[in-house]
Protein backbone atom coordinates (compact mmCIF):
# COMPACT_ATOMS: atom_id res chain seq x y z
CA UNK A 1 0.00 0.00 0.00
CA UNK A 2 0.92 3.67 0.00
CA UNK A 3 1.36 6.17 2.27
CA UNK A 4 0.55 9.95 1.71
CA UNK A 5 1.17 13.23 3.25
CA UNK A 6 0.36 16.71 2.15
CA UNK A 7 2.07 19.85 2.71
CA UNK A 8 1.95 23.56 2.13
CA UNK A 9 -0.98 24.45 2.69
CA UNK A 10 -1.48 27.75 5.07
CA UNK A 11 -2.85 31.21 5.14
CA UNK A 12 -2.94 33.29 2.35
CA UNK A 13 -4.55 36.71 0.99
CA UNK A 14 -7.36 36.86 -2.09
CA UNK A 15 -5.46 36.59 -5.49
CA UNK A 16 -2.59 34.99 -3.98
CA UNK A 17 -0.98 31.41 -4.63
CA UNK A 18 0.10 28.27 -2.64
CA UNK A 19 1.47 25.09 -4.16
CA UNK A 20 0.36 21.73 -2.12
CA UNK A 21 2.62 18.94 -2.57
CA UNK A 22 1.48 15.16 -1.75
CA UNK A 23 4.56 12.38 -0.65
CA UNK A 24 4.02 8.91 -1.30
CA UNK A 25 5.49 6.48 0.64
CA UNK A 26 5.54 3.06 -0.17
CA UNK A 27 4.98 1.72 -3.17
CA UNK A 28 5.76 2.80 -6.42
CA UNK A 29 3.84 6.00 -7.21
CA UNK A 30 3.56 5.30 -10.49
CA UNK A 31 1.35 2.61 -10.11
CA UNK A 32 -1.38 5.01 -9.13
CA UNK A 33 -3.67 7.37 -10.31
CA UNK A 34 -3.93 10.58 -7.85
CA UNK A 35 -6.00 13.26 -7.23
CA UNK A 36 -6.43 16.22 -4.87
CA UNK A 37 -9.90 16.75 -3.04
CA UNK A 38 -10.69 19.81 -0.17
CA UNK A 39 -13.75 19.60 2.01
CA UNK A 40 -15.25 23.26 3.71
CA UNK A 41 -16.72 23.18 7.12
CA UNK A 42 -20.00 21.62 6.63
CA UNK A 43 -19.46 20.54 3.18
CA UNK A 44 -19.15 17.16 1.72
CA UNK A 45 -15.55 16.57 0.32
CA UNK A 46 -15.40 17.53 -3.43
CA UNK A 47 -13.29 16.72 -6.11
CA UNK A 48 -10.33 19.48 -7.25
CA UNK A 49 -8.15 17.72 -9.60
CA UNK A 50 -6.92 14.28 -11.22
CA UNK A 51 -3.95 13.39 -12.86
CA UNK A 52 -3.26 9.71 -14.57
CA UNK A 53 -0.32 7.29 -13.73
CA UNK A 54 1.96 8.90 -16.53
CA UNK A 55 0.95 12.37 -15.83
CA UNK A 56 -0.09 12.84 -19.65
CA UNK A 57 -4.01 13.04 -18.41
CA UNK A 58 -5.41 15.95 -16.47
CA UNK A 59 -8.59 16.28 -15.10
CA UNK A 60 -10.32 19.54 -13.08
CA UNK A 61 -13.11 20.69 -11.60
CA UNK A 62 -14.96 23.52 -13.05
CA UNK A 63 -14.53 25.71 -10.14
CA UNK A 64 -10.83 25.86 -9.90
CA UNK A 65 -10.05 25.03 -14.08
CA UNK A 66 -7.91 27.74 -15.37
CA UNK A 67 -6.53 28.64 -11.81
CA UNK A 68 -5.24 25.35 -10.58
CA UNK A 69 -3.02 22.74 -12.11
CA UNK A 70 -1.83 19.51 -11.07
CA UNK A 71 1.84 17.23 -11.83
CA UNK A 72 3.63 14.60 -10.79
CA UNK A 73 6.83 13.48 -10.24
CA UNK A 74 7.10 9.66 -10.11
CA UNK A 75 10.49 9.43 -9.54
CA UNK A 76 10.30 11.63 -6.40
CA UNK A 77 7.33 9.94 -5.78
CA UNK A 78 5.43 13.76 -5.22
CA UNK A 79 2.00 14.83 -6.49
CA UNK A 80 1.37 18.86 -6.38
CA UNK A 81 -1.31 21.18 -6.87
CA UNK A 82 -0.50 24.98 -7.83
CA UNK A 83 -3.14 27.10 -6.77
CA UNK A 84 -3.42 30.90 -8.18
CA UNK A 85 -5.84 33.23 -8.00
CA UNK A 86 -6.85 32.06 -4.83
CA UNK A 87 -10.62 33.22 -3.80
CA UNK A 88 -12.07 32.78 -0.41
CA UNK A 89 -14.56 29.58 -1.42
CA UNK A 90 -11.10 27.85 -2.34
CA UNK A 91 -11.03 27.80 2.11
CA UNK A 92 -10.82 24.17 2.95
CA UNK A 93 -8.69 21.13 3.94
CA UNK A 94 -7.12 19.51 1.10
CA UNK A 95 -6.70 15.99 0.82
CA UNK A 96 -4.24 13.95 -1.70
CA UNK A 97 -5.94 10.71 -3.18
CA UNK A 98 -4.41 7.46 -4.90
CA UNK A 99 -5.90 4.84 -6.43
CA UNK A 100 -4.80 1.43 -8.63
CA UNK A 101 -7.37 1.42 -10.60
CA UNK A 102 -6.32 2.95 -13.75
CA UNK A 103 -9.57 5.65 -13.72
CA UNK A 104 -9.21 8.92 -12.84
CA UNK A 105 -9.39 9.47 -9.08
CA UNK A 106 -12.53 12.13 -9.55
CA UNK A 107 -14.96 10.86 -6.53
CA UNK A 108 -14.49 10.35 -3.33
CA UNK A 109 -16.49 7.29 -2.84
CA UNK A 110 -13.92 4.19 -3.56
CA UNK A 111 -10.72 6.02 -3.31
CA UNK A 112 -8.18 3.51 -1.92
CA UNK A 113 -6.20 5.98 0.38
CA UNK A 114 -5.95 8.79 1.61
CA UNK A 115 -3.12 11.39 3.03
CA UNK A 116 -4.28 13.05 6.54
CA UNK A 117 -5.19 16.61 5.15
CA UNK A 118 -4.06 19.99 4.70
CA UNK A 119 -5.78 23.09 5.48
CA UNK A 120 -5.76 26.40 2.96
CA UNK A 121 -7.70 29.59 4.01
CA UNK A 122 -7.81 32.27 1.73
CA UNK A 123 -8.92 35.70 3.66
CA UNK A 124 -10.73 38.43 1.98
Same mark, same amino acid.
Given at each position: ???????????????????????????????? *????????????????????? #???????? @??????????? @?? *??? #?????????? $?? @?? *?????? *? @????????? $?????????? #??? #????
Amino acid at each position: QVQLEESGGGLVQTGGSLRLSCAASGRTLSNY *AMGWFRQAPGKEREFVAAISR #TGLAKYYA @DSVKGRFTISR @DN *AER #TVYLQMNSLK $PE @DT *AVYYCA *A @DLLPAPVVA $PQGVGYWGQG #TQV #TVSS
